[in-house]
Structures are given as structure tokens and as C-alpha cells.
């Protein structure tokens, strides 16, 4: 039976593709799903406070949040907020075993030669992390991520810890348009840097397209 999940978990105005993942994947997704339904009701009942890219600033600036950054090491290399905090929830999968090697496999042909994203573990050490660089648990902490899914995530976890001041970024970095956040750091736009793999080459090439349709 098969699991239908949308690449790299994107909400990328430009475009969304979805590819079929075998049951090697299953238990790993039910585990996410899981999690985002309790942040759901986290955001839902008031707990967690849902803050659009457009508000973030506005909210760091004027209501104290601090933007923690949950994103791997390779998409923030791409792009980051200054300042920002980070502790990623999914952590490269280093393990060689013979089962590892053949979920690897799996995951580049379906997922990581489109996407460019690395075949990942949940952080075993994330909620330390953070209360290594957060050590009070009153901290407002805006957490963010590319699309919006893995920060529900980590906010439930954080909340699970013992955070109670927890904002989450709606829709993720994805969403966000030049200018939300003033002081951007990397070679690529911020709403761009969860694309790699080939999926990367096609926006490229739609963004060219659309750059030659409005001088024409």
C-alpha cells in the first residue's frame, strides 16, 4: 500500500508536484502526521500562536519573539534570517546498515534527486538543543521552517517540553514575500531555499519565463 505525500512538503506558489512513496517510508510519515494533528490543536485552541510571514517582523520586533529556525543545516545555508536561532528537527541519516542503504535509495529515486534534500532522522537531541540556546522556558519563540508542516511539529514538541510562549510561522518561509523580513542573509531568497534537486532547475526556468513575459 502507498502513502501519497506532496514533494518535500511544499506550498511553493510557483508550482507543487506529488510523488508516491512505498511503505519502506510509512511509518516515518505516520509519525509526522501525528504530531502536526497535535499542533493543530495547539494552534486551534489558542496554545500556540499562528503568525503569518507578513506579521513576523512586527511581532519580533514589537512582542519580543525570537525566530527559531527548525530547518536542516542545507536549506538555511541557502537562506536565513539574521539573527535567528537554529536547531533543526530533521538531521541528516547517517546510518550505513543494509535496510538504511535501500530507504536511501528508495528516497533518491522518489524524492531526493527532485528535491535535493538528504535522507533525514528526526533530531534525537532537538528539545536539549533548544534549551541549550533558550534555557527559559517563558522565552517567546517564533518557530519556522520552509512550508509550515515541520514547525507544527517541533512546536509540539516544545510545548511537550515545557515552552508555553510558542508562535508558529504560518505557512513557513514559502510564503513569505521580499521585504517581510528585513535582514536576509544567503545566495538565495528566502521563499526559495526549501527547492533543490531539479525541481530547483525548473523554478529557475519558470522564473525566467515569467521575467520575459513582463518585459515583453
Not at 507543487?16 to 494533528?37: D, E, G, H
Not at 507578513?54 to 536549506?75: Q, S
Not at 547517517?94 to 529515486?109: A, E, M, Q, R
Request: aromatic content about 10%.
Amino acid at each position: 500500500m502507498a502513502t501519497t505525500i506532496q514533494m518535500n512538503h511544499l506550498h511553493a506558489s510557483a508550482f507543487k508536484l506529488q510523488f508516491t512513496v512505498p511503505r519502506i517510508r510509512q511509518f516515518q510519515l505516520q509519525v509526522r502526521a501525528t504530531s502536526s494533528y497535535n499542533a493543530r490543536q495547539l494552534i486551534q485552541s489558542g496554545e500556540v500562536r499562528p503568525i503569518s510571514p507578513k506579521e513576523a517582523a512586527a511581532a519580533m520586533n514589537a512582542d519580543g519573539f525570537v525566530l527559531l529556525d527548525i530547518r536542516p543545516a542545507w536549506e538555511r545555508e541557502k537562506a536565513r534570517v539574521t539573527g535567528s536561532l537554529h536547531v533543526p528537527l530533521f538531521v541528516e541519516d547517517n546510518d550505513y546498515s543494509p535496510i538504511t542503504l535501500l530507504k536511501k535509495w528508495v528516497h533518491f529515486g522518489y524524492i531526493g534527486l527532485w528535491t535535493g534534500q538528504n535522507f533525514t532522522m528526526l533530531n534525537p537531541d532537538f528539545l536539549q538543543q533548544v534549551e541549550a540556546v533558550a534555557p527559559d522556558k517563558n522565552s517567546k519563540l517564533l518557530v519556522a521552517c520552509g512550508e509550515g508542516l515541520r514547525s507544527m511539529m517541533a512546536a509540539s514538541k516544545l510545548y511537550g517540553g515545557g515552552y508555553r510562549n510558542l508562535g508558529w510561522l504560518a505557512g513557513g518561509f514559502n510564503r513569505a514575500v521580499d521585504g517581510n523580513f528585513p535582514d536576509v542573509e544567503g545566495e538565495e531568497k528566502l521563499q526559495y531555499a526549501t527547492i533543490g534537486g531539479v525541481s530547483y532547475y525548473f523554478l529557475q526556468l519558470l522564473l525566467i519565463l515569467q521575467a520575459v513575459g513582463k518585459s515583453s
